[in-house]
Each structure stands twice: as structure tokens, then as C-alpha cells.
């Protein structure tokens, strides 16, 4: 086993990188995640989506707002328990 430091961990830790890393995690396309968000009627716009995937310093960034990040996750379980059913 190597002795290599640990990574520092992000501080502190916003719905944004969550929800982006939720994307990279699941391979979730901008499609994917506006028809998720559709699913759960929640009518965002594709620039509306990337403005939560910009650099904090960009001038178009928006903060992913709880309700957001809370329908998106409410959208994923609906997603799987709808898979489950079928099997």
C-alpha cells in the first residue's frame, strides 16, 4: 500500500458540485437531466442547466437552489423504482 497524502476535501460543498457530480457519476447528459426534471414537472430551460455547471465566477452562474437539487433527486429515485418495477 502506498503512503500517498489524501486529497483535500472540497469546503464547503454546494448543490452545484453536487448536482455536477452527480452528472459525471451517473453519465447524465443535459437532455437527461431536463427530462428528469420535466418528470417531476420542473420546466428548466438547456442555459438555465448550464448556468449551474459555470465557473461561481462566471457572469451567467445561478446557484442551484435546494428545491432544485431536492426535485432532481426526487426525479432519479421515481427513475429507479420505475426500472425496478419493470424487472
Known amino acids: 500500500r502506498r503512503h500517498?497524502?489524501?486529497p483535500?476535501?472540497?469546503?464547503?460543498l454546494t448543490n452545484n458540485m453536487i448536482l455536477q457530480k452527480?452528472?459525471?457519476a451517473l453519465k447524465l447528459t443535459s437532455d437527461d437531466?431536463?427530462?428528469l426534471f420535466a418528470s417531476v414537472n420542473v420546466n428548466l430551460s438547456k442555459h438555465e442547466l448550464s448556468a449551474f455547471?459555470?465557473?461561481?465566477k462566471h457572469r451567467s452562474y445561478r446557484e442551484c437552489l435546494?428545491?432544485?437539487l431536492r426535485n432532481f433527486l426526487?426525479?432519479?429515485q421515481k427513475q429507479k423504482l420505475k426500472r425496478q418495477k419493470e424487472n
Open 4 to 6: 500517498c497524502p489524501l
Open 8 to 12: 483535500e476535501p472540497e469546503h464547503p
Open 22 to 24: 452527480l452528472r459525471i
Open 33 to 35: 437531466i431536463l427530462a
Open 53 to 56: 455547471f459555470r465557473n461561481p
Open 66 to 68: 435546494d428545491q432544485y
Open 74 to 76: 426526487t426525479a432519479l
